[in-house]
């Protein structure tokens, strides 16, 4: 699947098979469509991989330049964790700041997922989804 990039918004799969994504600057209020379209590059990312692996999902995504985010953009994720429980075996995430991490605490526990992990740096969190 190519990457996809919407305003620092990305979705990849990488050669070793582990969905790498991103979340950049600001995806609050005017910039909801373009986080809607992340969300469905997720998805296709993981159907297809869930094929190709034979339903095991690995999941990075760098949130060290998330930005502001709001309500509506906190429901767009929340609904996308509980759509991809189905599919993620592990999803980490790196970098983000103590009020990013926060806000991913509260999504895992509304969202239901309890196969997620944040981590200081992209190499821990790497480990602990190869682990």
């Known amino acids: ?19 790498e994504a991103a979340l950049v600057g600001d995806i609050s209020g005017e910039h909801q469509d373009k ?31 998330l930005g502001s985010f709001d309500e509506h953009s906190f ?22 700041s103590a009020l990013i991490t926060m806000a991913e605490q509260t999504l895992s526990i509304v969202s239901g997922r309890k196969n997620l992990m944040a981590f200081k740096t992209k190499e821990e969190a790497i480990a602990w989804l190869r682990s």
């Open 1 to 19: 699947m190519p990457e996809e990039q919407f305003s620092g918004l990305s979705v990849s799969i990488s050669p070793d098979g582990i969905i």
């Open 35 to 65: 986080l809607k379209n992340w969300a469905e590059n997720m998805k296709k990312a993981m159907e297809e991989l869930s094929k190709k692996d034979g339903g095991r999902v690995l999941t990075l995504i760098d949130i060290s330049k």
């Open 75 to 96: 429901e767009i994720l929340k609904d996308l964790m509980v759509w991809d429980k189905k599919y993620a075996t592990k999803t980490a995430t790196f970098g983000g």
